[in-house]
């Protein structure tokens, strides 16, 4: 089932995240699964939004490409929420 992933990122940046997405495009338009990303400045720091086609999917995406790239001290709170239709 699809599902919506909030991450809420205390502390980064726009530069920080710009500094991942730049490494990290190519392989994030490539990644199984993965149906949307996008993000946006937050109060206390940046926010991710994303929509893929199975929390398992999603996982082990981040596990292997986003988790080992993230800054000392920054450190992503995801929520999920299964979706009832993603097109």
Excluded: C
Excluded at 9 to 24: L, R, S, V
């Amino acid at each position: 089932m699809a599902v919506l992933i909030v991450a809420e990122i205390k502390g980064q940046t726009a530069e920080g995240y710009d500094h991942m997405i730049a490494d990290m495009g190519p392989i994030i338009r490539e990644a199984p699964g993965r149906l949307m990303h996008a993000s946006h400045a937050a109060e206390d720091g940046w926010r991710v939004i994303e929509v893929w086609e199975s929390k398992e999917l999603a996982n082990e995406w981040f596990a292997k490409f986003v988790a080992p790239r993230l800054p000392p001290g920054i450190r992503p709170r995801r929520t999920f929420q299964e979706l009832h239709l993603a097109l």
